[in-house]
């Protein structure tokens, strides 16, 4: 099995900044994208920002330029930097991991259990 654990939500102000923290452990044989979603009360999940395993990013319009994403291939770890954090920020943020495993010949998604960001005066 693939496990994904996030770390690094909180109540911060609006303006503030929090770093989101993903780590994949388990029976990996190799991880090729990994992504942020995250879902408020009463609205969709949506992606968030997903890099690949070459490094090349992709963000959602509504954080451009204010959130980065990385991620360190040696530690199967992703992170998301959120700078000026806005009170629409506010949600559940998953990690996802597009995984291998090892004596699997196909890949498949994975997800962490969520960690809460809420942004807030």
């Known amino acids: 099995q693939v496990q994904l654990v996030e770390s690094g939500g909180g109540l911060v102000q609006p303006g503030g900044s929090l770093r989101l923290s993903c780590a994949a452990s388990?029976?990996?044989?190799?991880?090729?994208?990994m992504g942020w979603y995250r879902q408020a009360p009463g609205k969709q999940r949506e992606l968030v920002a997903v890099?690949?395993?070459?490094?090349?990013?992709n963000y959602a319009d509504s954080v451009k330029g204010r959130f980065t994403i990385s991620r360190d291939n040696a530690k199967n770890t992703v992170y998301l930097q959120m700078n000026s954090l806005k009170p629409e920020d506010t949600a559940v943020y998953y990690c996802?991991?597009?995984?291998?495993?090892?004596?699997?010949?196909?890949?498949?998604?994975?997800w962490g259990q969520g960690t809460q960001v809420t942004v807030s005066s």
């Open positions: 388990g029976s990996i044989f190799s991880i090729n994208a």
């Open positions: 996802n991991s597009n995984a291998k495993r090892l004596a699997v010949t196909t890949r498949r998604d994975y």
């Open positions: 890099i690949t395993s070459g490094g090349n990013t």
